[in-house]
């Protein structure tokens, strides 16, 4: 479809009532003229003019109601006009030949209708009209001078100034030819003025209009590149409940949205008008992920209800900085009131143990409270490793970074750990990568890390097995570089309902008595206080994989957005 044809039709729906309401006022013009001229003794008769007008009238009704349609249809528009300007040709030729033919002077208000034709019609139809118009009047004053057509003067009786008027000049033909080259260039000039002026402002027009849409389209394709990278979800929906528009954050929880906006109504029920639904906040879940669904409504400047904008913003990674915030805080209340639990019960433990040692050294060996004895001093002993493992908790000990070999690390800690591993029969295999880059930390914390760790798969395996422990670099970007060391062995494995709680304090699936639960949440807090994470894979059978990563140089954007997250070394045997 051609733009510029569509807005020529729109101009020429808006110039047509222009010449509709021209018209009401001819008419009338008209009549009140005949009506003076007939009372005045100028023209013979006035039925002529006052038919002639009627008919004019009758076309001018039809003529509009042609016009509304045309709103409709625009390519009708054309026609309208076309029709418009041949009816007032001949309307304008009959009143001219009942009204004196060639000697009405009146005759030059052909050139307003050609005017008129040029400003509603292109260049091509408008010369194409004033020709028409110079060639019916030439055969007007031909036939008039011939006598096919009956003269009308001017005058209702024969004019006695003969001398002074001079002869009838419809019957000279010098006089007609003068009339005729006369009329036929100043209506074929104001054509061309007309048109040449008319064309010019049709152009300009519509240049100004392409401005016009280019720009609203460059404005519209710059909000929408806004909208469209913006990480909340908008969502624009309609009068009737349809949604119009939705960026790409909003794909996935559109429809839920909207549900949650006008829950009154269902999908397939929103299609005619809805309620205009009131500025409100609501929480929705989808895909694992929380959203906080804004709606507010859009008015124009009278109060008018356009439409409404749905917002959603992502707030699961808020939710869970709360969730980790409000642990935090539990976890300081814990310690703080267990670190002075441990102090008040510290006193009188070690008297106790004290007592229980003085008596065992004064009571014989065969007597049966030795037995007793040992078990109160056992139990004792149990609970200041249990008080002591608190105070290491709720104290927080300072780090004392400096730049070590993480290798070196792990080694001393198999090393330390080798009588037990040669006692229970289990292989241990090492892949300590040579080149492994320097990280500043404090190697006596990390030594606990490790040594915790390792002690925990030797437990694990009672029976014997394998333990493999490996170190390598990974490395996301030139801004991320970080150690990993994995320790992984083929033991029973952690069931699926314990692996959500492991790093809880206070947490445990040894026997009673056999440990505190406080060791794998000490070594998260050490690891997360080096800005790093661990993380644990395990399968009921088959063995646990704890892995430490710790960065280099650069760190972590949050918890889970690094690819070293979820990788591992190797598979299970």
């Known amino acids: 479809m051609n733009p510029s044809r569509d807005l020529f039709q729109e101009e020429l729906i808006e110039r047509l009532y222009w ?67 041949i009816c007032d040709l001949l309307g304008l030729l009959a009143l001219l030949h009942f009204a004196g033919g060639a000697e009405n002077p009146f005759l030059f208000y052909f050139v307003f ?48 100034f003969v001398s002074l008027a001079g002869p009838a000049w419809w019957k000279e033909p010098v006089y007609l030819t003068g009339i005729l080259f006369v009329f036929a260039t100043t209506v074929l000039f104001s054509t061309y003025f007309t048109v040449s002026v008319a064309t010019k402002l049709r152009e300009r027009s519509r240049r100004l209009k392409a401005l016009q849409e280019e720009l609203l389209r460059t404005e519209k394709d710059k909000w929408k590149a806004i909208i469209e990278c913006m990480k909340e979800g908008v969502i624009y929906v309609d009068n009737g409940g349809k949604i119009d528009f939705y960026n790409a ?71 869970e900085m709360e969730k980790r915030l409000m642990h935090q805080e539990k976890m300081t209340v814990i310690g703080k009131l267990a670190a002075g639990i441990a102090h008040e019960l510290n006193n009188p433990l070690g008297v106790i143990s004290m007592f229980t040692q003085m008596a065992l050294k004064k009571v014989p060996s065969d007597n049966p409270l030795q037995e ?110 970080a150690v990993r060391l994995v320790f992984e062995d083929n033991g029973p494995g952690i069931a699926p309902e314990h692996m959500a709680r492991l790093f809880e304090p206070f947490f445990t699936t040894k026997p009673e ?21 661990m993380q644990v894979e395990s399968e009921v059978g088959k063995g646990s994989r704890f892995t430490v990563v710790l960065p280099v140089k650069g760190e972590f954007a949050r918890e889970g957005d690094s690819m070293v997250r979820a990788e591992s070394l190797w598979s299970w045997k």
């Not at 030594?447 to 422990?469: K, S």
């Not at 406080?518 to 070594?523: D, F, H, I, Q, V």
């Open 249 to 319: 954050s909003a794909a996935d929880v559109k429809e839920l949205t909207l549900s949650a906006c006008y829950p009154a109504y269902s999908h397939e029920a929103l299609g005619e008008q809805v309620e205009d639904p009131s500025s409100s906040n609501r929480i929705l879940q989808a895909g694992g992920r929380v959203y906080e669904s804004t709606c507010s409504p859009i008015r124009d400047s009278e109060g008018k209800h356009l439409g409404t904008v749905l917002v959603n913003r992502d707030i699961t990674e808020r939710r």
């Open 513 to 533: 008595g056999a440990g505190t639960g406080l060791g794998l949440s000490t070594c998260k807090n050490i690891v997360e206080r080096h800005g790093g994470f």
């Open 113 to 160: 209708h050609t005017i008129l034709a040029s400003i509603l019609l292109e260049r091509r139809e408008s010369y194409f009209f004033a020709f028409t118009t110079i060639l019916l009047f030439g055969v007007l004053v031909s036939l008039e001078y011939t006598g096919v057509l009956p003269h009308h003067p001017l005058l209702k009786y024969k004019n006695p």
């Open 19 to 85: 010449f509709i309401r021209l018209r009401w006022f001819a008419v009338a013009g008209v009549l009140g003229v005949v009506w003076v001229a007939y009372d005045w003794g100028i023209v013979d008769s006035p039925t002529p003019f006052v038919v002639i007008s009627l008919i004019l009238l009758v076309l001018n009704v039809l003529f509009s109601i042609h016009a509304d349609r045309a709103k409709e249809h625009p390519q009708w528009a054309t026609i309208n006009a076309r029709v418009q300007i």
């Open 372 to 481: 007793y004895l040992d078990t109160i001093k056992r139990n004792t002993d149990v609970c200041k490793k249990v008080i002591q493992s608190l105070l290491s908790y709720a104290r927080m000990v300072p780090v004392h970074p400096r730049d070590i070999n993480l290798n070196d690390c792990v080694t001393d800690v198999l090393f330390m750990c080798r009588p037990l591993v040669e006692k229970q029969g289990i292989r241990l295999e090492t892949e300590l990568y040579k080149g492994l880059p320097l990280f500043k930390g404090d190697p006596d914390l990390l030594r606990q890390v490790f040594m915790n760790i390792v002690v925990n798969a030797i437990q694990a395996l009672e029976e014997g097995g394998r333990l493999r422990v490996a170190s390598d670099v990974l490395q996301e970007d030139s801004t991320l570089e």
